[in-house]
């Protein structure tokens, strides 16, 4: 049986945080264990630059900074590779073929981008890069054939984008050519978007409410303990409230009935722990000391293998290389069929 193919990437702006981690980066550890994928990660340094056009630096330093957070997690370069999307040359030259499939106000109207428009204050002037970073994105999906996209919802807009240019290609040119992509979200809803400690709708580092995977014990649980929880739960024996609680929030991600047994016995599953936090006598102190305790057995592995790597930048450096240029040689059979189909091969 032929193995499906899956393709993903991050935008290297910054260290990778536990909402990559519950919102792709596991699934994309069990494809990989699974062996029934051929998988590529992307490091998508051309992507982060099209709203970070003058902090170059801050790219380039973090390139090393996500492939450390992709070997830490698990990923493993004997069976998935991973590369540098701006050593990919047929990733520049397949958007501009897109590019004339796609209208202005079709990318006007992509929900990721006109939130993240307005985040970022471009709204009285957009780059065109920016702009048009979803045909790039359409490019690296199907530059790999790529059947399977592990992302987090706010990616979903990239994904419905790519299907239609994959749609208007082959029904325009050539059926066929361009493989039809398919999301594929975490198993747990809760995960599909992770907030901010402080109760921000997102976690994201420039709003600094994140849990990095790097962090060590110490600030984990610092972060932990500082959470927003129920503003008007002071006394303990008073009633809490859940909703909008980023500690049972992160609980519902992250905790599983085992974790009871371990950590707090006083409860068998987390409804019972909420229900006696909402009639009152828990205390928020119980509850993050108990988050904190489940944070540390997932983030412990991740952080033993990432000293494995750190103090080895050549090597990653080298695995970098090497991944790219096999990942190039991939995606030049589809610029190839793309030319051809369009039929701009003349010579
Ligand atoms: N847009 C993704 C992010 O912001 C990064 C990305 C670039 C990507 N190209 C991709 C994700 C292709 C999946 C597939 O994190």
Avoid: W
């Avoid at 047994?261 to 936090?277: A, G, S, T, V």
């Amino acid at each position: 049986m032929e193995r499906k193919i899956v393709l993903t990437g991050d935008r290297p702006t910054g260290p990778l945080h536990i909402g990559h981690y519950v919102g792709s980066l596991k699934k994309r550890v069990e494809m990989q264990e699974s062996g029934d994928f051929q998988q590529f990660v992307m490091i998508a340094d051309i992507q982060a630059l099209t709203d970070n056009a003058d902090n170059p630096a801050k790219i380039r330093e973090n390139i090393l900074e996500v492939m450390l957070d992709y070997l830490a997690v698990g990923l493993d370069p004997e069976r998935t590779t991973i590369f540098v999307q701006s050593k990919i040359p047929a990733l520049f030259e397949l958007p501009m073929y897109y590019s004339n499939l796609v209208t202005l106000s079709r990318l006007q109207r992509n929900p990721t981008i006109k939130s993240e428009i307005k985040m970022r204050g471009f709204e009285k002037s957009i780059p065109v890069g920016f702009l048009t970073y979803p045909i790039s994105q359409a490019a690296d999906i199907t530059a790999f054939r790529a059947n399977l996209v592990p992302v987090g919802v706010d990616q979903l807009p990239m994904l419905e984008q790519t299907r239609e240019i994959v749609n208007s290609f082959n029904n325009l040119y050539k059926k066929d050519v361009l493989v039809l992509p398919e999301a594929v979200l975490p198993d747990n809803e809760n995960a599909y978007r992770i907030v901010g400690i402080d109760g921000g709708a997102k976690m994201s580092k420039s709003l600094g409410n994140c849990i990095f995977l790097k962090d060590d014990a110490k600030t984990v649980e610092k972060k932990v303990m500082s959470m927003f929880t129920d503003p008007n739960h002071i006394k303990v024996s008073e009633p809490g409230k859940i909703e909008g609680n980023v500690v049972f929030t992160y609980l519902d991600i992250f905790c599983k009935n085992e974790h009871f047994e371990k950590y707090c016995p006083d409860y068998k599953n987390l409804q019972e722990m909420k229900d006696h936090y909402r009639h009152g006598g828990l205390g928020d102190v119980k509850v993050k000391k108990f988050l904190n305790s489940i944070l540390q057995e997932i983030l412990t592995p991740i952080r033993e293998r990432r000293i494995k790597f750190e103090n080895n930048k050549k090597m990653l450096l080298d695995i970098l290389a090497e991944h790219s240029r096999v990942a190039s040689d991939y995606a030049n059979i589809t610029l190839d069929a793309v030319r051809d189909a369009i039929g701009i091969k003349i010579f």
